[in-house]
């Protein structure tokens, strides 16, 4: 066998082995306190959750808060759930924050900073979608108005699938 | 030296570090801002133009809690 046709083979048996189809990592499991006790994850499997990583001191945060109480309000009898976590190293910074909304889902806090490093947060704020099999679905960083719509679609898309 | 000079640089290089988002709220308080007070800076670049006959070149993007 030349040297052409062992690497043909090489190349076909490298062709073969790649997956059909990627799955989707599934997302990490927590435990954080609320104001009101324990937020576990686990305690909302087969429901549709959005968590947001956010803190008082940073505005694009600040801004997305109108936005999820609407989408809460919108899906609210959908199996559909927001987790907003702080990341406030002073809590009565965020409960100054939250004090001044109309906050319609749970905050958790995580003063450091250990569940938003298992979920990678490169940006605040940082939000992920995890479906109904726990698995990490998609990962937004930033807050943008341009970007609502697109996310509002996304959310009611996968609702509709289960 | 040129050698010495190397390794100094590579020991300094120890010293740089990736700051975490959650870690930016000292840089995300208005004190932290370039122009902490506008007045104060548009007086500054009066003074600076009437002087120099020139003007600018202070402006950096980017800052704040790195979400941009």
């Known amino acids: ?162 | 030296m040129y050698k010495i000079f190397l390794l100094l640089s590579l020991l300094l290089l120890s010293a740089c570090t990736t700051v975490q988002p959650w870690d930016k709220d000292l840089l995300a308080k208005p004190s932290m801002a370039l122009v902490p007070n506008e007045i104060d800076n548009a007086l500054d670049e009066h003074i600076y133009f009437s002087k120099e006959a020139s003007m600018g070149g202070q402006g950096v993007g980017g800052g704040g809690c790195g979400c941009n």
């Open chain 1, 1 to 162: 066998m030349n040297l052409l046709k062992l690497l043909k083979l090489i190349l076909l048996i490298l062709v073969i082995n790649i997956p059909v189809y990627a799955d989707y990592p599934l997302a990490p499991k927590f435990q954080l306190p609320t104001e009101d006790g324990v937020l576990s994850s686990s305690e909302l499997s087969g429901k549709l959750i959005y968590i947001d990583f956010w803190a008082s001191w940073c505005r694009p945060c600040k801004k997305s808060f109108p936005w999820m109480i609407a989408m809460k309000e919108k899906f609210k009898n959908h199996p559909f759930e927001i987790i907003a976590i702080n990341l406030d190293k002073d809590k009565a910074l965020a409960e100054k924050f939250i004090a001044s909304q109309n906050i319609n889902f749970p905050v958790a806090f995580d003063p450091e900073a250990r569940v938003a490093e298992l979920y990678g947060v490169e940006g605040m704020p940082s939000s992920y979608l995890i479906d109904q099999q726990g698995k990490l679905r998609i990962r937004y960083t930033g807050f943008w108005n341009k970007s609502k719509n697109e996310k509002e679609k996304t959310i009611s898309q996968l609702l509709k699938k289960h």
